[in-house]
């Protein structure tokens, strides 16, 4: 259980870092106000208007109809992360957090016992045999 979800924290890391990393953009051709096609990655195709709008201009008729919309978001260039650019609270807080976490796997096994070779008391007497008290 534990291989197959650290494969799938993996692969979903993976995705997030190159979807992070990714220029996406978008581009939307708006005709009369009506979003006609819309793409990613690409140009978006007008309506066929365009060229009707040419042959009104050319006789002095301005009427723009149509309209090309586009945006960017720009990924991310530069990766690397310093200590320095992390504030005070950052910094303490990794720290807190990288020590709990190795702490956490520690074998406990490695600890000295120091009563391990001391021999527990002789009884001389049977106390529970002389008070008659009885687990039952």
Not at 41 to 61: N, R
Not at 96 to 105: D, G, I, P, R
Request: glycine residues 2%; hydrophobic residues 45%; negative net charge.
């Amino acid at each position: 259980m534990k291989k197959v979800v650290h494969k799938i924290t993996s692969i979903f890391m993976a995705l997030l870092l190159m979807l992070s990393t990714v220029s996406w953009t978008v581009d939307k051709h708006l005709c009369m106000g009506r979003v006609m096609d819309v793409a990613f990655f690409t140009s978006a195709e007008d309506c066929g208007m365009k060229a009707a709008m040419d042959l009104l201009e050319e006789q002095g008729i301005a009427n723009h109809c149509c309209d090309d919309e586009s945006f960017t978001v720009k990924g991310q260039d530069d990766l690397r992360l310093s200590w320095d650019d992390l504030d005070l609270e950052q910094q303490s807080f990794l720290v807190v957090v990288a020590h709990s976490y190795l702490t956490l796997f520690n074998d406990c096994s490695d600890k000295i016992l120091p009563n391990k070779t001391y021999p527990p008391p002789l009884l001389v007497y049977d106390i529970q045999l002389l008070d008659q008290v009885f687990l039952i």
